[in-house]
């Protein structure tokens, strides 16, 4: 996998695009650690999705065995006041899109492979075994060149 620095991926982005060559991005909140690669390097590097019909990765049979999982997601108190803090620089006309995360402590005897085997969303993510992502809608759209 080719190691960039980051002024450099936007570059590599926009020359793919291009050339009209499938790749994957994958870019860290502080964009300090960006993954760009050709689709079909996605599994020899470790990364597994299935976005929509469009997957590297066969589902494992998921086991239907009971399983452990604990979450410890933020008081109601720390959301409601970020809640708030977003709904107020939305109506000042500061963003049109918000997406609202934190981090969440969870517990499992679920190994990630498992737990993305399991995820019934249309669009997910392994990554080298480091972590999982998964979610029911696209966050991007492009239809007619828009």
């Known amino acids: 996998m080719e190691t960039l620095l980051c002024k450099d991926y936007v570059s590599k ?4 695009g291009k050339a009209r060559k499938p790749f994957i991005f994958i870019l860290d909140f502080e964009l300090k650690n960006p993954v760009i690669l050709p689709l079909d390097e996605a599994a020899e590097n470790g990364i597994y999705f ?26 109601y108190e720390v959301f409601k006041r970020s809640f708030d803090q977003v709904l107020t620089e939305i109506k000042l006309g500061n963003s049109f899109l918000t ?3 934190f981090p969440t402590t969870i517990e499992t005897d679920l190994t990630l492979r498992e737990i993305f085997d399991r995820s019934e969303a249309p669009y997910k993510l392994l ?4 972590f999982v992502v998964f979610s ?3 966050f991007i759209t492009k239809k007619k060149k828009k």
């Open 13 to 16: 982005m926009n020359q793919w």
């Open 50 to 75: 299935t976005f929509n019909n469009l997957k590297n990765a066969d589902i494992h049979e998921a086991d239907k065995s009971e399983f452990t999982f604990r979450k410890f997601p933020v008081s």
């Open 99 to 101: 997406n609202l995360t």
């Open 127 to 130: 990554f080298k075994n480091q």
């Open 136 to 138: 029911p809608e696209l």
